[in-house]
């Protein structure tokens, strides 16, 4: 069974930076796709960012373009969400997930397999 635990997570001031990290239970994990998504209350789950299997090709949502970068280091099994300049519409529960295969990096929820059981992230302004 595949597991991804997410951690990073915090309050902070709008203009300050959190990192974020997602550590997957299997070494097999550095073959897929990995991506964040985050979820507002009341709202629905939403694709922020992806990074393919090699950590070469990496997509954003238009919303934190320029201001968030996505990572992978394999060897350790983990993703990271390197958020910078937050904002108060950035608060939300992330979310790590794992996809199904190498390059393809979906933005919809149906395109992963499996996910993390998320991280709260408090922007306040």
């Known amino acids: 069974q595949v597991q991804l635990v997410e951690s990073g997570g915090g309050l902070v001031q709008a203009g300050d930076s959190l990192r974020l990290s997602c550590a997957a239970s299997?070494?097999?994990?550095?073959?897929?796709?990995m991506a964040w998504f985050r979820q507002a209350p009341g709202k629905e789950r939403t694709f922020v960012a992806g990074?393919?299997?090699?950590?070469?090709?990496?997509d954003y949502a238009d919303s934190v373009k320029g201001r968030f970068t996505i990572s992978r280091d394999n060897a350790k099994n983990t993703v990271y969400l390197q958020m910078n300049s937050l904002r108060s519409e950035d608060t939300a529960v992330y979310y790590c997930?794992?996809?199904?295969?190498?390059?393809?990096?979906?933005?919809?929820?149906?395109?992963?397999?499996?996910w993390g059981q998320g991280t709260q992230v408090t922007v306040s302004s």
């Open positions: 299997e070494r097999t994990d550095s073959r897929y796709v």
């Open positions: 997930a794992r996809g199904s295969g190498k390059q393809y990096i979906g933005s919809t929820i149906d395109t992963y397999v499996y």
């Open positions: 990074i393919n299997y090699s950590g070469t090709s990496a």
